[in-house]
């Protein structure tokens, strides 16, 4: 082969090499231009709290089908008694949470259960983030305002942590995520603290609730974010444990306490309908199902009842 053939060749392979180069390129631009698919609004609950939202109710007789309710979406994030395999990404609805005689739940089952009953055509995604033995005084303070980043507690730090990756990770699902409420199960530990921990205890969770409200207004529904609190069992064994219930209970919009919030509801338990472990602290498996279900009639009475206004 002469010289100048061989040029000839080499300029042409060099050519369509560059051609390839430049059209895989273009896909590839393309394709990273694409857009996410739209799958459209989603309803978005938070959860808070901590062992008895953690998940302390050991499953025994729990019926097969709830331990995984699909239709509903859940983002955990990582903590103590959490399965680490389940935390930090999107995963449908299911048992998430074990101890040390074997896999819990906590009130996420319930809720969803009667959710999905009772709402079947919406989108629903849970974002959660619990932690045992923390009180609401300083572990959860929300510090006074979205930018007093240093009086925020550590698991109020980690949980708006984990709010926002939950909605960043609805969001490259290509979910337009709306915040429409809150569930909150937490208090036994500022009961068994000393008294004025206690007695703070109705001024710091109307504080708590504004706080969550306003840390999380762009995401916020229309109608603004609910908030469903469970109180503490009515057999607790602590102290101030009385206080601590009649501050939750003073915290519902219809109470007529001073410390009413406006689109509260409180679910009010009792030890027959809302059993314990022996322990008389944290649900069992039957007290856990019922406070999920009944945060939820609470969560959707109060959504009648903003639609109605």
Known sequence: MTNMKMMKLTRRNTLSLAVAVIATATQTLSLAADPLPDKGPIS???????????????????????????????????????????????????VHSTGTRGDT????????????????????????????????????????????????????????????????????????????????????????????????????????????????????????????AGQISATSPYKFRDTVRQAILDADEDSGAALSVANTGIVATNAVDFPTLKDNIHLNWVGALAMGRAMADQMLDLETKTNDD
């Open 44 to 94: 978005v609950y938070l959860l808070g709290g901590q062992s008895n939202m953690v998940g302390s109710a050991y499953l025994e007789d729990l019926p097969k089908d709830l331990y995984t309710i699909p239709e509903i979406l859940l983002y955990v994030g990582a903590a103590k008694f959490i399965k680490a395999e389940l935390a930090d990404t999107l995963i449908p609805l299911q």
């Open 105 to 228: 739940m906590d009130p996420s089952i319930g809720f969803g259960e009667k959710m999905r009953e009772l709402s079947p055509s919406k989108h629903i995604a849970l974002i959660k983030y619990a932690y045992i033995g923390t009180n609401l005084k300083s572990d959860w303070n929300p510090g006074a305002n979205a930018a007093d980043t240093k009086n925020w507690g550590k698991r109020f730090t980690i949980f708006v942590n984990t709010v926002n990756s939950g909605l960043a990770a609805l969001e490259a699902a290509g979910w337009k995520p709306e915040i429409k409420g809150m569930l909150w199960h937490q208090g036994e530990a500022d009961a068994n603290g000393r008294k004025g921990v206690a007695d703070t205890y109705g001024k710091n969770l109307a504080h708590f609730i504004g706080r969550v409200r306003e840390q999380f207004a762009t995401h916020a529904s229309p109608d603004g974010i609910r908030f469903v």
